[in-house]
């Protein structure tokens, strides 16, 4: 029996995959992919879409986990991290947006009625958060000056448009009619806000504790699943949006500390679902119109663009960044976003957009997406062009960090918190070393957060709660869990999400050590190894062999098995470098505070005449010294770096660490 509908998703999904590719090809957002495979299937181009109705039915769940992720990457305390971006910047750039856009729509006579021209103004006023976010992440400009305005800007777009939905369905009834709707939807709006707010704080996190500890991602999964779902239709029995209810599903789960697994693995559904959304927006457009109408629809997006673009960088001038930030931050806004098509929807259903100005409001918004990567691309030549402008030097001063946020950088990411994760972080906490701890056990993680370790509850092998560790700028990953499967799939992404990050992964046999390698971890430390090396000491102890022949031995069977692992890992010949010098060894150490050799230079100690070592560099708080100059002088608590064969290296490091005689009898300066 054939299924209409699952024929029009297999065209449906083919074609998108088609039309992706060739977007990936030419760098073009994947947004504007769907709309053209929207454009093509539908009933303005080659009408190969029968089932429309189930297809726009589709595109409403997609709505909905769409604005549930949302509301879960929407917290109260990340607003106030960056408070002053979010409010002051967000609301300037919405409210300056939508009256100047009122204005110009009015003036033109663009609009029919009150309500159409007010409602125009919203959709102008919003941007792409999927189409901006992802092009500044490829250009690694997320936590530029420009990067984290834009950021502020675009999260409260996100925010805004729940109370420009609710509003919308009034813009079509007269002010009299909308004064007597308001006072029902008010009082429904604050219950349904208090039950979101006593359901977050006293339920939801408790339901989804005890679903978590049965650790089954399916059962998690559905809970989540029934959560959005769930509220969403709870709000639209009351009168209120599909959008709204599930954008308060989201809130819900955000306060929570399962957020960033619920969020991994809802992000799936809500892609595929999604894509239905901007493909039946697609499927709307009318390219014959496009194409009669074709020079004042570049005009308008020609417009668009310059009015966004000039509001956003006002609003970044008059935050106090200067102008370079601006030119980049008003390029980076100056399309039309994927909220407005749902808020456009809503302006459908409800009459206030229709014919000329719904297929002109189309056409301009798939034009200015379609127009970001190459405008973002051009950013830094106009802002260097304009630069050389004798403008006021006020204007001109360099870029400054944004203060409101300070991103964890530079720290270790620790995936596991049994024994070997706990003494990782231990020793972390004792060096000053920041980190962060990502743990699949909710009772674990209640435990610890009590006890203020940086710990946090997620799935590992999801790319968001990588992220949420900001494994993007960690020095060092420790990868310390029992699922093999996992610590494959984990080393694998972490590579990709951290090409230059320092990548250890502890497994439990000898035979993952190889595969593990291939995915890119830089240490593999196999637990089986370690147990038998552990046993054959305690075995030679018990032959009273002295104990610094031990050390020698266990020291030489380390090297020996870990460089044979390594020899099958032909691709990456850097790592090999322990080969070529099997005896050689860097290592550091701390001068104590009142150790006799502070205040002498490296000429006058002269560890390579002495120790046959090299002190290749000197760490001092926050400045390091490469190749430190011979008349160097060393100072309390500075780490020396050493480079030399292990035995001298092993005398000149416990000479440092007790400031004792040399154990050759001389006496150093």
């Known amino acids: 029996m054939e299924i209409p509908l699952l024929k029009d998703i297999v065209i449906l999904f083919g074609l998108s995959v088609i039309v992706l590719y060739g977007c990936h090809r030419f760098n073009i957002p994947t947004i504007v992919g769907f709309l053209v495979t929207g454009m093509v299937v539908g009933p303005y181009g080659l009408k190969l879409i029968r089932a429309l109705h189930e297809v726009e039915m589709l595109a409403e769940i997609g709505v909905v986990l769409l604005l549930f992720t949302i509301g879960i990457e929407f917290s109260l305390e990340k607003l106030l991290q960056i408070k002053k971006t979010v409010l002051v910047g967000g609301s300037l750039q919405v409210g300056l947006t939508s009256v100047v856009a009122f204005f110009l729509v009015q003036q033109f006579a663009i609009a029919g ?57 009034f813009l079509a009834g007269s002010a009299i009619h909308l004064h007597a709707s308001m006072a029902p939807l ?12 006593i359901t977050a704080k006293w339920v939801v996190p408790r339901l989804l504790y005890q ?28 009168g209120l949006s599909l959008a709204l209810g599930a954008f308060l599903a989201g809130l819900i789960i955000s306060e929570s500390e399962y957020s960033h697994h619920a969020l991994g693995n809802i992000l799936p559904f809500r892609d595929v679902f999604t894509t239905f959304f901007f493909v039946s927006i697609g499927m709307m457009l009318d390219l014959g119109f496009l194409f009669r109408q074709i020079l004042p629809i570049l005009l308008m997006t020609g417009g668009v663009l310059l009015l966004k673009s000039l509001i956003a960088g006002i609003v970044a001038l008059i935050l106090g960044f200067p102008l370079r930030t601006g030119i980049l931050v008003g390029l980076a806004l100056g399309q039309i976003g994927e909220f407005s098509f749902i808020l456009s929807r809503v302006g459908l259903e409800n009459g206030l957009l229709g014919g000329d100005i719904y297929q002109q409001f189309l056409s301009v918004t798939i034009l200015s997406m379609a127009s970001t990567p190459f405008l973002l691309a051009l950013g830094p030549h106009v802002a260097a062009f304009v630069a050389r402008l004798p403008l006021p030097s006020g204007l001109k001063r360099p870029d400054e960090a944004i203060g409101e946020t300070s991103p964890l950088s530079d720290h270790l990411v620790i995936i596991g918190f049994g024994v070997n994760g706990r003494n990782v972080a231990r020793a972390a906490r004792a060096a000053g070393i ?19 370790e940086p710990i946090f509850y997620g799935d590992a092998t999801r790319e968001p709660v990588l992220s949420r560790a900001r494994i993007e700028t960690a020095r060092v990953v420790v990868v310390a869990i029992n699922d093999p499967t996992a610590t494959r799939h984990i080393t694998e992404l972490v590579r990709r999400l951290n090409p230059s990050g320092y990548l ?31 046993i054959f000491t305690r075995v030679l102890a018990q032959y009273l062999i002295p104990k610094d022949e031990i050390e020698k031995l266990v020291s030489h069977i380390r090297a020996d098995g870990y460089q044979m692992f390594r020899s099958l890992w032909t691709s990456r010949p850097m790592d090999r470098i322990n080969l070529q010098l099997p005896e050689v060894e860097i290592s550091a150490v701390r001068l104590p505070q009142h150790a006799p050799l502070v205040g002498k230079t490296l000429a006058q100690l002269d560890f390579r005449k002495q120790f046959g070592v090299s002190v290749v560099a000197i ?35 416990r000479y440092l660490e007790t400031s004792s005689t040399p154990p050759d009898g001389t006496s150093l300066p």
Not at 217 to 238: D, K, N, P, R, Y
């Open 113 to 169: 009625s009150t309500g159409e021209t007010i409602l125009l103004g919203f959709l102008i006023a919003l941007s792409s958060t999927a189409v901006v976010l992802k092009l500044l992440q490829e250009r690694a400009e997320v936590d530029s000056p420009h990067g984290g305005i834009t950021l502020g800007i675009l999260i409260f777009q996100d925010i805004i448009i729940v109370p420009m939905i609710l509003v919308t369905p």
């Open 186 to 197: 008010l009082a429904k709006g604050i219950l349904i806000i208090g039950l979101v707010l």
């Open 211 to 238: 679903v978590a500890r049965t650790r089954n991602h399916e059962l998690f999964l559905l809970s989540v699943v029934v959560i959005c779902f769930g509220v969403a239709w709870l709000t639209a029995q009351a």
């Open 434 to 452: 920041p980190y962060t701890i990502i743990e699949f056990n909710p009772d674990t993680v209640r435990k610890e957060q009590a006890r203020g």
């Open 504 to 534: 250890i992964v502890r497994t439990r046999y000898v035979q993952e050590v190889h595969p593990l390698y291939e995915l890119g971890a830089n240490e593999v430390i196999p637990e089986e190894f370690e147990t038998s090396v552990e």
């Open 619 to 653: 760490r001092r708080g926050k400045h390091v010294f490469p190749n430190p100059d011979p008349d160097q002088t060393l100072q309390s608590n500075d780490v020396l770096i050493l480079l030399g064969k292990t035995e001298p290296l092993n005398q000149l490091i």
